[in-house]
């Protein structure tokens, strides 16, 4: 966030730690790792407050704090409860090139339920807001670190009785512009996963009163645009069977268009309603891939994480035997993509060449494969009742996606093709366990995506 030509003012809203309410212990250990990682990060580059999340808490408030000490990274929580005691600041002012921005940190209550997370609970967001704010004193805009719903956001907005700036980070979704909540107030959001970086630019007038929400021609477009693409999934849905697959990727896609449309709706109805001078806003988006430089101090934090997150996976768990010839792994349903190459030779070709067959080696490359958020979508077995719950417990012919991946556990089918039948047309919800529109930044398309992995000829011996 920035004032006109001034330096900037760096804010988080949350779910640094971890995705969500519950984490398994055999996570855990990684998940501390990089929640200190990005903690160190943020120390590097400087960050004014950020506000924890349901899936920060999930790690325990008193890993939190004693993280949060460590690395001097402010957290603000206007309504958070931990164990009876307020442990982390309602709020702060920040004062850089004249100006004051006031940053304050609510968490919805109902993201961590009446029982708490982490020995927290959270409570009404309306007092404890207006009491941070007052708290403040006089600063030129207020700021809400917000690990809240859109539609908690919407309903407090107005209740405030003055305009802020609500910086999202539960909705996951980034906004390429302000929307309006309403009585001057506007939220911004830059996605999840820290794949994308918002940058909020605003121009302060003489005399105004809240934030000019940029809705308008945008999210006229937008409605046209998704109109039409909800459309052509209609058709989709009408010539799918009922309970197909394609039946199902249809309505999924009928209903984030319907989604994003209703929500632009709401952004030009709010923007129509909202009158008075405000201050200028402006908003960017920045995609963090492969043309934006690494920061080598930063680089060099990620590096010697790695080394702590392997060591993590192994004490997380048993270590498996290296192959699955080992004796541990005797009577195992799983057989290896090389067991299929005798019988299946041009469809093993097939599968060699496409990215399935080196995912695991793409993993090695950047010192990835002990990563428990990435293994368990570059293996084979993974995702099956009993699967080894650490990448170190996988043997090595499991590694990479293989045949039995997609086409389910083979061993028996090797021995005896007539006797061991395996799934010939794998469903699109087994590609669904990886290709989930989050993990894979919303690519997969089934029907483009399908005729890569197809096989030989029909001729072939058929599993």
Known sequence: MQAQGLPLFVVDAGDLGWKSASIAPTLAGQQLEKFELQ??????GGIDGWTPGEGDLALGHERLQAAVQRHGTPALAANLR??????FPAGRVVERGGVRLGLVGLVEPTLLGAAGIGGCIAEPTLPAAKAAIDALG???AVVVLSHMSAAAEAELAP???RPVLFVNGHERKSTPQAAALGSGSVRLASGSRGKELGFAEVHFQAGASGFQAEAGADDARKIERFTGRQQIARTKLDAAAPGS???TQAQKQ?????AEIDAARKRLQAASTDQGPRHALSVQIVDLGKDVADHAATLSLVESAKTRIAAADAQA???APASLGDSAWKGSVWGGSASCLSCHPTQHAQWASTPHASAWTRLVQVNRQSDQACFSCHVTGAFAEGAPATASA??????AVGCEACHGPGAAHSADPAAGAIVRDPPVEVCQQCHDGKMDEGRFDLQTYRPRVLHGPAAEPAP
């Open 394 to 399: 996988v043997p090595a012919e499991l590694h």
């Open 138 to 140: 006089p600063v030129d």
């Open 82 to 87: 931990c164990e009876g005691e307020e442990i």
């Open 254 to 258: 009928v209903d984030f268009y319907q």
């Open 39 to 44: 903690l160190q990060a943020y120390a590097l």
């Open 317 to 319: 768990g048993p270590t």
């Open 245 to 247: 697959a394609e039946a």
């Open 159 to 161: 209740a405030l009785g």
